[in-house]
């Protein structure tokens, strides 16, 4: 599988989840916090991955020919995004499902996280598949997906692995 068919997927995983939370009911507190730990590991181990080896080829990348945005600027806007939404998980770690701001925060990591999954396919994507060779893309992939067991599940982890 290729980097970029694999972010997709998570993408598509953190999406499925996002719509379950939404169709959970108000006082559906213990499936809001199981899908919430859920997204916090899927995120932190999605933002992992991009971080420490998607972002710095993308980073590395000479724009196509005059057209899209330059790649280190896609990156630096990327990790702008993470950063935001890595506050907010740390947030919901330990935070109670009943507490009154627990049903807002997650929103705001649901909208923030679309959004930045919709840039990224709509825009980073496409120029990087079009930069890279389909065996660089099918290695960075299997490098990836190598790491993906050992890396952080939780936001208290992933600082302990910065």
């Known amino acids: ?23 959970a009911g108000d006082n559906a507190h213990a499936e809001k916090r199981r899908l919430v730990d859920r997204m916090i590991e899927e995120l932190t181990v999605h933002t992992y991955l991009e971080e420490y080896f998607f972002y710095p080829t993308v980073a590395g990348l000479d724009r196509p020919k005059g057209k899209g945005e330059d790649p280190e600027d896609l990156v630096k806007e990327a990790r702008e995004e993470h950063a935001q939404v890595k506050r907010l998980l740390a947030e919901l770690e330990d935070m109670s499902p009943e507490d009154e701001t ?61």
């Open 1 to 23: 599988m290729d980097a970029i068919t694999m972010l997709r997927e998570d993408h598509d995983n953190v999406r499925k989840l996002f719509t379950r939370f939404e169709q």
């Open 102 to 162: 627990f049903d807002a925060k997650v929103k705001v990591v649901m909208d923030d996280v679309r959004h930045h999954a919709e840039e990224e396919e709509q825009e980073m994507f496409p120029e990087v598949r079009d930069a890279m060779g389909r065996s660089e893309l099918q290695e960075l992939g299997r490098r990836m997906l190598d790491a993906k067991t050992g890396a952080p599940k939780k936001p208290s982890q992933a600082e302990d692995a910065a």
